[in-house]
């Protein structure tokens, strides 16, 4: 926390001074005690009421707040964000029409991202990438959900799988991310088939951003964990958490895997749940096991408070001299009905 006028804190150097001040004046003996006997002083005041010193510091504290909030603190806050962007990242490899998943995981998971946009908040914008052998970019992040779910019905499944690409074409449609990993970000497109729909990063001389300077933003994949072509996801990781951006992954499938017919006979399509743990762990976020509508719920709600929020240096006076007038109120409150009279 700093201040933009701090001379004003030397003001809490006179508030020890002032409840020396009460202190003081609460030990001069009343009219009654010079009227009274002694003996009896006792029985006409009564005892001392150990409730008299709590407004008093209700009215402490608030002279405190009101000093230094005189001070004009600015603190970084969290604050609501109209900046954040997701990007629902969902597998169509061929494993993914298993149906350990009903109606099968390609199914389970297209139907999963529908329940996830439609709970976010609706101006956190949604992009939408499918990957197989490469990431495809189908939506750019938007707030038009409509966009989103015709792109949706147009998944289809193609052969493997490449986590790590789908990553990687995640960062490059999140704001800001570009510019930030620049040429690193375009050569592991470039190994990727990189999607048209993608711009390479803008050559002017506007300096990139720094990390603390990006909107939030996060990466949803939906996959059966299986990677078997295209970029290492341990490299794509360290991309997306140095460019601040968390992923977090849906399992879809079963413990054990399924059996599925192909191409007039069967074969096992495993399910791999440690690869999309070990990638959301890298990037800070979370594996979540879940597809069902209850549990696809409670993931939205998680990106509502991590991507709906962004800290910014923001001045506090306003919040101070609220709890001011409360601590205010709250002490006069007390003083009315404890004693039938307020300072």
Known sequence: MTFTWPAALWGLALLPVALWGLGLAGRRRPAQARLADPHLFTHLAGGPDPRRRWPSVLYALAATCLIVGAARPVATVPVPTNRAALVIAIDTSQSMMADDVKPSRLGAARAGARVLARALPRNVRIGLVAFSDAGTILVLPTTDRHLLEEALDRLRPQQSTAIGSAVIEGLAILPGRRELLGERLARLRTQSAPDPLAQSP??????????????????????????????????????????????????????????????????????????????????????????????????????????????????????????????????????????????
């Not at 803008?202 to 933003?217: E, K």
């Not at 990466?219 to 990781?237: E, K």
């Not at 594996?287 to 991507?307: K, M, P, Q, T």
Request: glycine share 14%; proline share 8%; with cysteine.
């Open 202 to 343: 803008p050559s002017g001389s506007t300096p990139p951003p720094g990390p603390a300077d990006l909107p939030p933003g996060a990466i949803v994949i939906f996959s059966d964990g299986v990677t078997n072509t295209g970029i290492a996801p341990q490299l794509s990781a360290a991309l997306a958490a140095e460019a601040r951006v968390r992923v977090h992954a849906v399992g879809v499938g079963q413990q054990g895997g399924a059996i599925m017919p192909y191409n007039g006979s069967l074969v096992f399509v495993p399910f791999e749940a440690s690869s999309l743990q070990d990638l959301a762990g890298r990037t800070g976020g979370e594996y979540f096991a879940a597809v069902n509508e209850d549990g696809i719920r409670r993931i939205a709600r998680h990106l509502g408070r991590a991507i709906g929020w962004e800290r910014q240096r923001t001045e506090i006076t306003a919040i101070l001299a609220g709890a001011a007038a409360c601590l205010m109120l709250a002490g006069a409150l007390l003083s009315g009905a404890w004693f039938r009279r307020i300072p």
